[in-house]
């Protein structure tokens, strides 16, 4: 068996590595206390012993799991210039960031069955960071595997090194504004972008993002959110005695003035494009949004993020953009109608399928949300676990028809925030359509409750009305709000 080790080495350059894992192999399946030549030849070799073993380990995972031990082993190496790629220790902690949180336990699976089966180490340095490793350089070149994996990703990797050397550089700057990737690295990222977020961090991504908005400082109109005129005028808020519910009421009248509204839901593409801009106040997530898709409406931010996307857009363009007040909401929904109705296209609940997404229609299969929210007895859990299994969800914006101020998507798809306070009923409301809030010190945060319009994917008819009401904390996050915004008069 020497003679053939020997030989199985012999023109190896880093033998010592690749020697230590086949002796470990044949050791762990030595026959009665002896290492034999039967076995070293099962195991194919030194080399096979390698690839054996690391594709075991690989293959016992499930497929998301590959996935994380697949961006996990790349970015332990430095991609060279040429052939040559080196490893590189990464914190733990980094590592993780690359994660976001429904598929962190993937990546925990990943890294721990990396490490049990010894093809990566861990340790901590002086300062207590955990860090992770490669076992051994030789998994680089010897296990197929990873050397497949290095070939496809070679370019992208190159670029994530780029980004990441400039992004430390950044980091230990005294004037960060001004720091930037140099432009030839910028064009390549709009490339490739969507592949070499796999690999990067959210600080990463954001630094990456802020750098392409200095290069382009100037807005794609295609990028931010399209306007429609709403003419000044007086109509009836709210509902009628014996119609909707008790916050609905009193039915009184309200006087608006002329201003511009978002003709949809702002989109995913256009957060995207105000995200990337200078902050105001506070930071935002480049697409925070559950359901994704660059035409569907952006989700999952908060009263105080939609506020800030406002601020970024009159920063942007010198208009001063803000949340519509709850008035000015149902005025723009209900499109100047003389008579009250349950929805901008008359009362009847069955048209709404024609109209806009909810319950019955967001799905793979039309079904009867109301139907099933008395057969569950209106449990919220076993409700909710109906809509999923029918893969309920947003729909791009504008696939509907628009109500007749040609405004789309005022009912359903999402809740959209607006920026009054809550209040139980209209008692004492503004006549003017004025934003109307609370006159109340030292409340906290957490406990402001703002108001929501128009029902959602996910909910039944009743909830799209068009005087429905509903509230939710102010820095509550869920995959059915979103917003649109509109700025002043239009006179």
């Excluded at 733990?92 to 010894?118: I, P, Y």
């Excluded at 359509?433 to 409750?449: A, G, L, P, R, T």
Aim: one cysteine or more; aromatic letters at 12%.
């Amino acid at each position: 068996m020497l003679p053939a080790i020997l030989r199985d080495v012999r023109d190896e350059k880093n033998v010592l590595p690749l020697l230590e894992f086949a002796l470990t192999q044949l050791w762990e399946h030595r026959e009665k206390r002896r290492l034999t030549f039967a076995v070293y030849d099962k195991l194919g070799g030194v080399m096979g012993a390698l690839n054996k073993h690391a594709d075991s380990i690989y293959d016992s995972l499930q497929p998301q799991e590959q996935e994380w031990a697949k961006r996990i082993c790349l970015m332990l190496v430095r991609t060279g210039l040429g052939e040559r790629d080196t490893r590189q220790r990464q914190t733990k902690r980094e590592l993780a960031q690359l994660a976001n949180d429904g598929a962190l336990q993937d990546f925990q699976v990943a890294l721990d069955q990396l490490v049990a089966g010894r093809l990566l180490v861990t340790g901590k340095d002086v300062d207590g960071e955990a860090w992770v490793d490669m076992a051994h350089e030789s998994l680089m070149e010897k296990w197929n595997y990873f050397a497949k994996w290095r070939e496809e990703k070679r370019d992208v990797l190159r670029l994530v090194n780029r980004i990441r050397d400039a992004f430390d550089e950044c980091d230990r700057a005294i004037d960060k504004d001004k720091f930037l990737l140099p432009e030839g690295v910028v064009a390549q990222i709009e490339e490739v972008e969507a592949a070499i977020n796999d690999y990067l961090t959210p600080e990463q991504q954001e630094f990456v993002q802020r750098n392409r908005y200095k290069y382009k400082p100037w807005l794609n109109s295609a990028n931010l959110p399209e306007m429609v005129d709403i003419p000044s005028g007086t109509f009836w808020m709210g509902s009628p005695e014996g119609i909707g519910n008790d916050d609905e009421k009193p039915y009184h009248q309200v006087t608006v003035k002329a201003f511009q509204m978002g003709k949809y839901p702002v989109t995913q593409a256009q957060w995207r494009t105000v995200a990337m801009s200078p902050k105001v106040e506070i930071d935002l997530s480049l697409n925070p949004a559950y359901h994704r898709g660059d035409d569907k409406p952006v989700e999952q931010i908060t009263w105080y993020e939609a506020q800030e996307f406002c601020a970024r857009l009159s920063q942007l363009t010198g208009e001063n953009y803000r949340l519509p007040s709850e008035a000015e909401w149902e005025y723009a929904c209900r499109a100047g109608a003389s008579e009250y109705t349950e929805y901008s296209f008359g009362n009847d609940a069955s048209q709404l399928d024609d109209y806009g997404w909810y319950g019955n229609n967001s799905g793979d299969r039309e079904i009867d949300a109301d139907q099933i929210w008395k057969d569950v007895n209106r449990d919220n859990n076993r409700y909710w676990e109906r809509i999923r299994q029918n893969n309920c969800g947003t729909h791009p914006v504008g696939l509907k028809p628009a109500n007749d101020w040609g405004l789309y998507d005022m009912h359903g798809n999402v809740w959209e925030w607006c920026a009054d306070d809550w209040h139980d009923s209209y008692e004492g409301a503004p006549i003017d359509s004025q934003i109307w809030v609370k006159d109340v010190k030292n409340c906290e945060d957490s406990e402001i409750q703002k108001v929501l319009r128009g029902g959602s994917w996910n909910f039944v008819a009743w909830y799209c009305r068009s005087a429905y009401r509903s509230r939710v904390n102010a820095r509550s996050q869920s995959n059915f709000v979103g917003f649109r915004v509109i700025f002043g008069c239009s006179s």
